[in-house]
């Protein structure tokens, strides 16, 4: 017994002298794993204000979008879900807290006995069990540990919901903006064929043109025609999609105009290391790591031997094979330990693939970094390019409208052919829809730096 009591003494105190180093040590990011660069060359690494520390209030300012991001909100299920999640992962970090604590239990019983219906024998014992395992191996400490990184996972992951519940919004605002321009546009080409097409008829009555360029100008009309339609259901598409991210039946979505728009176009991101302080998608590779750690010290501290304290505090009638009326107060300890011995390998196992395990998660962790720096570098090369076609595309619609005044005069005096007029109508079509494209890559490009930088979450 006394070797017994020995044997444990040294184990535990091996415990803490050789494992204590690493089993109750607490997450730190691992020294080789580096955030600068994470950009690339086209962003500006100063240390200002990041856009994602912007709340999206001050960001999106069209009140109807501001509505419409706070109905979303308030009715998103996928919102919904992860503040659920949250509740949970808090009730599992209470639990693990807890665990520290004794634990006690009230478990009363009683007994009768009889020998050949001779008289009746009653004991009863009313025990208050206690139970306490002793954290020499720093289970009880990586457990919470463990417990504690997933709730904050769920936080992030929360935020990660609202930064792409937010971003999905404005993206859907901002293209119904975009199809409404459109439109307008087609609507006014529209009727600017048709006014064509009587002038050639008029013309051709004339003798001053033939049918073929009377029935081309007919079709060409009928084709901008039909592509009204195609906007139409466009539109719908989009505002079907919209009510489903805000968690509500297909419905007219009111909204202002692409031309009325102001959005923030600040390109200063700050340093990588706002990035990650932002970015929910990297904080929460960073968790999947410290968990990952955890369940690697878990998976040492099973080769340790552990130790449970218990008791029982009571009152009972019943002590040893005498009966005693009334009972007497029942006070025991026990103490045990658990030191494993053999298990066929099974711990060192579990070790291995606890280790593989960090590791696939510390690659994880180093690749959600490289793409969150590729993403930014494309956000912001799709502003710069959005606002480097503003004044050639100005330039190209100025000069198209020419031509087909032009065009058209020249015409008239027989001095031009119909083709060439056909020619420059439609690409000054094109101009136009571009140059609202444009404006919509513009805005689109601030929403995705936006997302990228982790916005959205005040």
Known sequence: MRKLVAYSIVAVTAVMVFGGCSIYSHYSRPDDISTE????ENVSTVDS?????????EFFTDPQLQELIEYGLQNNIDLKVAES??????????????????????????????YNFDGWGKKYELPVDISWEVDVAGRLFNKKNKARVAYEQSLVNRRSVQTQLISAIANSYYTLL?????????????????ENVRIMKAMKEAGMTNEASVSQTEANSCSIDASLFDLERQISQVENSLSLILGDAPHSIPRGRLDQQKIRTE?????????????????GAELDLAQAYYT???????????VNLGGTLGWTNSAGSALT????????????????IFNAGSNRAQLKIAQAQQEQAKLAFVQALLSAGSEVNDAIMQCQTARNKTDVRKRQIAALESAVVSTQQLMRHGESTYLEVLTAQQNLLQAQLSQIADRFEGIQGM????QALGGGSN
């Open 447 to 450: 929403i995705n730096l936006y």
């Open 49 to 57: 204000t990041s856009i994602a520390s912007i709340g999206w209030r």
């Open 267 to 283: 390109l200063l991101v700050g340093v990588p290391a706002q990035l990650l302080a932002n970015r929910p998608d990297v904080q």
């Open 37 to 40: 660069g994470l950009f690339g």
């Open 325 to 340: 009326n009334p009972g007497q107060f029942l006070l025991s300890f026990v103490g045990g330990l658990v030191q494993p």
């Open 85 to 114: 999640r949250i509740i949970e992962a808090e009730a599992a970090l209470r639990t693990a807290r807890l665990s520290y604590y004794p634990s006690f239990s009230f478990s009363p019983q009683g007994t009768l006995s009889t």
């Open 178 to 194: 975009m199809l409404d321009s459109q439109l307008e546009v087609s609507r006014s080409t529209s009727a600017n064929w048709r």
């Open 296 to 306: 690697t010290n878990l998976a040492r501290a099973a080769f340790y031997p552990s």
